[in-house]
């Protein structure tokens, strides 16, 4: 049985060849056209399965090439992560140390205000110093002769203050200053002391320590004083007399000078220290030299700077006086004089531990008196009056 087909086919193929096939309806109906039909057709076949073989392993090679990719992808993005995260380490790191940066930059600035901050300080020391070294240099001229006497240099003498205490006395108290300590000592030890007044008449007082708050350490600073100046090498003249002549002579203008607020004589130094009404000693010392007409002769006194000072550091210690007593609990019965005579007597006898007294001084109730402790030499001790 024949079957008569009647179609035409039109095949894209992936080679560069494109071609159709239309069998001919003549010959399709014979044998041979059939067979021909076949053949080409199976020749078809043959060329879609070899491109379908092509497609698959062009599939796999993308599957693969994919695949490959894929991995390069993961691989990439995990090196980016990590890369990511040490970058991140490392910007954190940075900005660590740029915080550092910036800290030690503060630190340093801050130091750098603290240098100059000192250095301005220094730079007023030294000037201060200067100034001072200028007065030093200027201080004073004083006559000055070798007698011969030699000493250690260790045993040089350290800068020397003479204290004066003025201290005040309660009311029926005495103050008792004995030559020497022990007696001191044992008038303390027995502390309660009945002094016979005569007449079978006695009164009780009580011996207690005198403890003065001395300086332990003093720092002063001084500094050029603007409105002083120190007049030394003066005239043989009354001090009245010498004291105005430097007044007038100094508040002439012609001279340097201006109007003058003081001028006091000094006799320890014997010089003058004039104090003028405005801040001019600075300009007055820069001539050192001043002529002064005295019993019509012509006397060259000499001007040097004033220095203030003004204690900077104290620190002081309270320190017992040891051959000072005080006697509390005196009653006012008899006269002053009297009493105190009584008591003198009574504190110099052996038999009841006194001894020779120094100094001594009674302070009856109601009154105000004040005993005034003064400095000692180095073969000494206390003393009070």
Do not use: W
Request: glycine share 4%; proline share 3%.
């Amino acid at each position: 049985m024949f079957c008569k087909l009647f179609f035409q086919v039109t095949f894209t193929m992936s080679s560069d060849e494109d071609f159709s096939l239309v069998p001919d309806s003549q010959s399709e109906d014979t044998l041979e056209g059939i067979k021909a039909s076949i053949k080409n057709y199976k020749k078809k076949y043959d060329q879609l399965m070899e491109e379908t073989k092509e497609l698959t392993k062009t599939i796999q090679d993308r599957r693969d090439l994919k695949q490959q990719f894929k991995h390069r992808t993961d691989k990439l993005t995990q090196d980016l992560e990590a890369d990511k995260r040490s970058y991140g380490d490392q910007l954190a790191n940075e900005k660590s140390k740029l915080d550092l940066l910036k800290q030690e930059e503060l630190k340093l600035v801050a130091e750098i205000k603290e240098t100059n901050a000192a250095i301005k300080e220094e730079e007023a020391n030294k000037k201060h110093l200067m100034q001072q070294a200028d007065v030093f240099t200027s201080v004073p001229e004083r006559d000055m002769v070798f007698k011969g006497a030699t000493g250690n240099a260790n045993n040089k003498q350290e800068f020397e203050m003479k204290p004066h205490i003025v201290y005040p006395m309660d009311g029926g108290t005495a103050l008792i200053t004995f030559e020497e300590e022990v007696v001191a000592r044992k008038i303390l030890e027995l502390k309660k002391h009945q002094v016979d007044l005569g007449g079978e008449c006695s009164i009780t007082v009580e011996a207690r320590p005198v403890h003065l708050m001395l300086p332990k350490l003093v720092e002063i600073d001084s500094e050029v004083s603007s409105q002083r100046i120190l007049i030394s090498n003066l005239p043989r003249m009354e001090t009245e007399t010498l004291v105005d002549k430097l007044e007038i002579h100094f508040s002439k203008t012609k001279n340097g000078g201006g109007e003058v607020a003081d001028c006091e004589y000094l006799s320890d130094s014997e010089t003058v220290v004039l104090t003028f009404a405005e801040n001019i000693a600075k300009r007055v010392v820069q001539n050192e030299f001043h002529d002064l007409s005295v019993q019509k002769k012509k006397h060259t006194v000499r001007v040097t700077p004033f220095l203030n000072g003004k204690i900077s550091n104290l620190k002081t210690k309270m320190t017992q006086c040891p051959r000072a007593v005080m006697l509390t609990g005196i009653p006012d019965i008899m006269e002053r004089e009297t009493l105190q005579d009584l008591l003198e007597i009574h504190f110099q006898k052996n038999t009841n531990g006194g001894g020779e007294i120094e100094a001594f001084l009674y302070n009856p109730l109601g009154e105000h008196t004040s005993a005034v402790f003064g400095g000692v030499t180095p073969d000494s001790e206390d003393e009070e009056q």
